[in-house]
């Protein structure tokens, strides 16, 4: 769990501080109040997917085990099909507002859709005070991710990311190590993933094929800028472009530097930079290569992590013995200290000490993070009333921003200095336009 302090939120003080916020109890979720007559909070809750397909199918899919399905949103209901089918009862829709308008009976929502669909997604659902459930990264922008915490804490919703490693045991054994001192001081981690796997490095296409009959090309824009629709975005391939996905760091980051940001109470950086196969107008780079500073922390000492995808790698430590595999199949992360390296996988799974003999004479300390029973089991726990979700948007938000920025420096093509309490990149004025990208007309959080 995040190391913040935490509240157990009762169902009387959930009440009323809802009550307070929104001024009517409509935004209260059913199981929070228990009349008499009704089902107890134990009841299963019932949870609406924004987003039906590919991801969405898994999220719903792992939720449904604890929950009621009844209802499903997608603008492409030919990717939705397979939810249909399983969930044949749930009422469907293709615009969110109109399932957020008809169904009172929701209680929590899954959002798993494009990146620049998530915020307007989940804050539809949070103003009405239910439980939300978002894919990573939380949100495409800055802007947003502060807007959805501001709205979280308002409402007193239960929410979560969907980077499930922060749930399991290799995390919370990877943070412990640190701060058991395993390999002293850390100053420097490298990061890497084997992404992007779809298309990067392009231009607009110039073709305009026909809509297909099972695509809501308007609703699946939503806040994005206008443009014709192309099969090179959706349903597979927009994480390549800078309208409607965040590249292979926001895809694998939200990942592959919790681990980092965890152990290391990293915050926000105060100076990001990037080198990249070329800055292109509509999409991300084929490869970047993207270093963050972060301050002092406490008596922890500066850190500079070092971000590599597209094929780039970190050099190999001559303290990995040979034929063994840096990380895993997805990327992988080193951390450098003063007495030594640590590495582990995509998720903080799989932590080593390297060399092999350095981890055979080290002595394990207790791991003294509770297991998480898993990302999704722990968001359903807190829509329950119980504690917050490990990954809550008061974690997920500020790992969020971390990404965010990298992407900034990368479209930027020099060097940003960010001040996190102005929310401004003091030395390039023009990042404004990425820190808080303006809305498509009649789209607004």
């Given at each position: 769990?995040?190391?913040?302090?935490?509240?157990?939120?009762?169902?009387?003080?959930?009440?009323?501080?809802?009550?307070?916020?929104?001024?009517?109890?409509?935004?209260?979720?059913?199981?929070?109040?228990?009349?008499?007559?009704?089902?107890?909070?134990?009841?299963?809750?019932?949870?609406?997917?924004?987003?039906?397909?590919?991801?969405?199918?898994?999220?719903?899919?792992?939720?449904?085990?604890?929950?009621?399905?009844?209802?499903?949103?997608?603008?492409?209901?030919?990717?939705?099909?397979?939810?249909?089918?399983?969930?044949?009862?749930?009422?469907?829709?293709?615009?969110?507002?109109?399932?957020?308008?008809?169904?009172?009976?929701?209680?929590?929502?899954?959002?798993?859709?494009?990146?620049?669909?998530?915020?307007?997604?989940?804050?539809?659902?949070?103003?009405?005070?239910?439980?939300?459930?978002?894919?990573?990264?939380?949100?495409?922008?800055?802007?947003?991710?502060?807007?959805?915490?501001?709205?979280?804490?308002k409402y007193k919703v239960p929410t979560q990311m969907g980077n499930q490693g922060h749930s399991f045991y290799g995390c919370r054994?990877?943070?412990?190590?640190?701060?058991?001192?395993?390999?002293?001081?850390?100053?420097?981690?490298?990061?890497?993933?084997?992404?992007?796997?779809?298309?990067?490095?392009?231009?607009?296409?110039?073709?305009?094929?026909?809509?297909?009959?099972?695509?809501?090309?308007?609703?699946?824009?939503?806040?994005?800028?206008?443009?014709?629709?192309?099969?090179?975005?959706?349903?597979?391939?927009?994480?390549?472009?800078?309208?409607?996905?965040?590249?292979?760091?926001?895809?694998?980051?939200?990942?592959?530097?919790?681990?980092?940001?965890?152990?290391?109470?990293?915050?926000?950086?105060?100076?990001?930079?990037?080198?990249?196969?070329?800055?292109?107008?509509?999409?991300?780079?084929?490869?970047?290569?993207?270093?963050?500073?972060?301050?002092?922390?406490?008596?922890?000492?500066?850190?500079?992590?070092?971000?590599?995808?597209?094929?780039?790698?970190?050099?190999?430590?001559?303290?990995?013995?040979?034929?063994?595999?840096?990380?895993?199949?997805?990327?992988?992360?080193?951390?450098?200290?003063?007495?030594?390296?640590?590495?582990?996988?995509?998720?903080?799974?799989?932590?080593?000490?390297?060399?092999?003999?350095?981890?055979?004479?080290?002595?394990?300390?207790?791991?003294?993070?509770?297991?998480?029973?898993?990302?999704?089991?722990?968001?359903?726990?807190?829509?329950?009333?119980?504690?917050?979700?490990?990954?809550?948007?008061?974690?997920?938000?500020?790992?969020?921003?971390?990404?965010?920025?990298?992407?900034?420096?990368?479209?930027?093509?020099?060097?940003?200095?960010?001040?996190?309490?102005?929310?401004?990149?003091?030395?390039?004025?023009?990042?404004?336009?990425?820190?808080?990208?303006?809305?498509?007309?009649?789209?607004?959080?």
């Amino acid at each position: 769990m995040a190391t913040m302090k935490r509240e157990r939120c009762t169902r009387r003080a959930f009440l009323g501080a809802a009550a307070g916020a929104a001024g009517v109890f409509s935004v209260v979720p059913r199981y929070v109040i228990a009349k008499s007559g009704e089902a107890p909070p134990s009841e299963k809750l019932n949870v609406a997917g924004v987003g039906a397909g590919g991801q969405a199918f898994h999220d719903l899919s792992k939720v449904a085990l604890q929950c009621n399905i009844v209802a499903l949103c997608d603008a492409d209901w030919n990717r939705a099909k397979e939810a249909f089918a399983k969930w044949p009862d749930a009422k469907q829709y293709k615009d969110f507002r109109v399932m957020l308008e008809k169904e009172k009976g929701i209680d929590a929502v899954v959002v798993a859709t494009p990146d620049h669909f998530h915020a307007v997604a989940a804050m539809g659902a949070i103003q009405l005070g239910k439980g939300v459930y978002v894919e990573k990264p939380m949100a495409h922008s800055i802007g947003e991710v502060r807007k959805l915490m501001e709205a979280a804490r308002k409402y007193k919703v239960p929410t979560q990311m969907g980077n499930q490693g922060h749930s399991f045991y290799g995390c919370r054994m990877t943070k412990t190590w640190i701060e058991d001192g395993a390999i002293g001081d850390v100053t420097e981690v490298h990061c890497w993933t084997n992404r992007p796997t779809w298309p990067q490095g392009i231009d607009r296409p110039t073709d305009t094929p026909p809509v297909p009959d099972t695509l809501d090309w308007n609703i699946w824009l939503g806040p994005a800028p206008e443009r014709p629709y192309n099969p090179v975005y959706c349903p597979h391939n927009w994480r390549g472009w800078y309208d409607f996905g965040c590249g292979a760091l926001g895809d694998m980051g939200c990942h592959i530097l919790d681990s980092p940001f965890w152990a290391l109470n990293l915050g926000s950086p105060t100076r990001v930079s990037a080198e990249t196969s070329g800055i292109m107008k509509e999409s991300f780079p084929k490869w970047s290569l993207i270093k963050y500073e972060f301050p002092q922390r406490g008596k922890m000492p500066p850190v500079t992590l070092h971000w590599y995808d597209g094929g780039k790698m970190p050099e190999r430590p001559p303290e990995l013995e040979e034929g063994l595999r840096m990380g895993d199949s997805d990327g992988g992360c080193l951390f450098v200290g003063s007495k030594g390296k640590l590495m582990c996988g995509t998720y903080g799974n799989g932590s080593r000490l390297i060399p092999e003999s350095k981890m055979q004479a080290y002595k394990q300390p207790e791991v003294p993070y509770p297991r998480s029973p898993g990302q999704h089991e722990e968001w359903i726990a807190a829509c329950k009333g119980g504690q917050p979700a490990g990954a809550n948007f008061d974690y997920a938000g500020p790992l969020t921003e971390v990404v965010s920025l990298g992407n900034i420096a990368l479209r930027c093509g020099q060097p940003i200095e960010w001040d996190p309490v102005e929310m401004k990149v003091k030395n390039a004025p023009d990042a404004d336009q990425y820190v808080s990208p303006k809305y498509r007309e009649g789209w607004t959080l």
